[in-house]
Each structure stands twice: as C-alpha cells, then as structure tokens.
C-alpha cells in the first residue's frame, strides 16, 4: 500500500539553525500537511498546502516557518530560526482530496530536538 | 470551533477484556469524527470514521465506535483487547471545512 515517507527519522540541531524536514506524499494525493506533536500535548494542525500555495495555517505557523513542493514529489517544512519550544515530532500528511472529511495518510513523523 | 478530550492519558487492560477509550467533542455545526492509531515508531493510521451515514462505526483490527449527539462523544470499543493492540490513540474532529483537531491521545497497555 503506498505511504508517506518522512525523512529524517531524528534531527537534532542547535538554536538559531535553520532545519528542513521532508516529506514524500502519496503519489495520487493533491493536499498536503503538517501537524506536530510536542512531547506530552496534542496533535496540532500547521498547514495545508493545495495547488503549490498554502491553502490554511494555524497561529503557530509563523514567519518562521515555510513550505514547499520543489518538484513533484517531494513536500517540505522549513524552519528558519529554531527555538527551544520547536522541539516536537512533526507529521507529514496527505490526502486525495478536500473537504477535511477526507481521510489523511500520514508518516512516520520526524522528531526534532532543538538544543 | 471544535475540540475534543479524551479522558485517561493511559488506559490498560488484560488480554481478552473490553477496551473501552473515551472520546468527548465540541463542535457548533455537525461533527465528522475520526478515531487514528499510532504504534511505537510509526505514522498515525485512520481506524474509522464517522461521517453521519450510521451512529455504529465499524473499523479495522475489531474496533468500532458509537457517535452520540446527545452525549457528545464519540467512544472506541473493543470486545477483546490483544497484544497487538497496544499502542497510542487518538481522536479527531472536523467541521469539514477545517483542519482535523486532534485530542491528546490515550495509551493503551494490554497485560496479558
């Protein structure tokens, strides 16, 4: 069954450093997201991202933040500046269409600790 | 706005018994409800959904919930837990047209 490919696994790196995390959506898929779990709290929406442009952000996805789909195939959250409060597991997923009703597939996630 | 809570961070049981794990929404305009899995060191997996076609929902590995407007929950049962069957849960909730709002999860332990 295809699937969401995340990478890296772990990524450490210290503050004020710039970080990408990846992603690989499924092939067919047409929406793209982030979410990210800090240790302990809830799942939470960062954004979604429709026809190469963001179509929904939450609060937290500030400047700081940025997506993009730089070729066909993969899906990327940078982070410009890290913080300390950055650190947190961030989940990439997809789905074939909108509304939000639609069934999201997604990865494995990618914890990032920021030191 | 939506929001869900789901009651018990942990929640443990022999092999065989029910599971039973607590989900309780807040939504101004009928709810789409969504029960996710997530075992050590994977992706969150959707286990079902519920999208006002039946109350029952019925979805995969045994599992199944009951969305009750009148309680506002929306809770996922088990008849008989298994081994494979512990790992992190979490419940979703969207308008639609909103992002899915996630609870805080429930860990399930199943002793055997």
């Known amino acids: 069954e295809p699937e969401v490919t995340q990478t890296p696994s772990h990524q450490v790196t210290q503050m004020g450093q710039e970080v990408i995390l990846r992603c690989v959506p499924i092939?067919?898929?047409?929406?793209f997201y982030w979410y990210r779990q800090i240790l302990g709290q809830k799942v939470e929406f960062l954004v979604s991202f429709y026809n190469n442009e963001i179509s929904e952000k939450s609060e937290i996805f500030d400047d700081q933040f940025s997506v993009e789909r730089p070729d066909g195939s993969n899906f990327t959250l940078k982070i410009r500046s890290t913080k300390l409060e950055d650190s947190a597991m961030y989940f990439c997923?997809?789905?074939?269409?909108?509304?939000?009703?639609?069934?999201?597939?997604f990865g494995n996630g990618t914890r990032l600790t920021v030191t | 706005a939506q929001s869900v809570t789901q009651l018990g961070s942990h929640v443990s049981v022999s092999e065989g018994a029910l599971v039973l794990l607590r989900c309780n929404y807040s939504s101004s305009v009928p709810p789409y409800l969504f029960w996710y899995v997530q075992y050590p060191n994977q992706g969150l997996q959707l286990l079902l959904k519920y999208t006002s076609a039946a109350t029952l929902v019925k979805g995969i590995n045994g599992f199944e919930a009951e969305f009750k407007k009148s309680e506002t929950s929306f809770h996922l049962t088990k008849p008989s837990a298994h081994m494979s069957d512990a790992a992190e849960y979490f419940c979703?909730?969207?308008?639609?047209?909103?992002?899915?709002?996630f609870g805080k999860g429930t860990r399930l332990s199943v002793i055997a």
């Open positions: 092939s067919n898929h047409l929406y």
């Open positions: 979703a909730v969207t308008s639609g047209n909103t992002p899915l709002v």
């Open positions: 997923a997809s789905s074939v269409s909108r509304p939000y009703n639609s069934p999201l597939h």
